[in-house]
Nanobody
Framework: QVQLVQSGGGLVQAGESLRLSCAAS????????MGWYRQPPGEQRELVAG???????KYADSVKGRFTVSRDNAQNIMYLQMNNLEPEDTEIYYC??????????????WGQGTQVTTT
């Protein structure tokens, strides 16, 4: 089976920085897409930043220039460096990955969620 374990997050003041980590473990043949999502109350989860199947990056307009997504392919870890945090960034952040556990078997996986609070 596959697990995504998140770390990082917490409480900071506006203008400060945080880094989130997401480590994938288990039976992994290949990681396709990965990304960070957040879910405002009463709304659907929205992509914050992530990697497409082709490896290119995508960012929500609200975080461009402030957040940077990166990954360590050897360790199957994805990071989200969040700089110049704003109160509007306060949410629970979820790690997502689309993973091939076999050559012909692909599944979607989510991390446990991490609270980011900016005052």
């Amino acid at each position: 089976q596959v697990q995504l374990v998140q770390s990082g997050g917490g409480l900071v003041q506006a203008g400060e920085s945080l880094r989130l980590s997401c480590a994938a473990s288990g039976t992994i043949h290949r990681i396709a897409a990965m990304g960070w999502y957040r879910q405002p109350p009463g709304e659907q989860r929205e992509l914050v930043a992530g990697f497409t199947d082709s490896g290119s990056t995508k960012y929500a307009d609200s975080v461009k220039g402030r957040f940077t997504v990166s990954r360590d392919n050897a360790q199957n870890i994805m990071y989200l460096q969040m700089n110049n945090l704003e109160p509007e960034d306060t949410e629970i952040y979820y790690c997502y990955a689309s993973i091939f556990t076999r050559l012909d078997q692909r599944g979607d996986y989510w991390g446990q969620g991490t609270q980011v609070t900016t005052t």
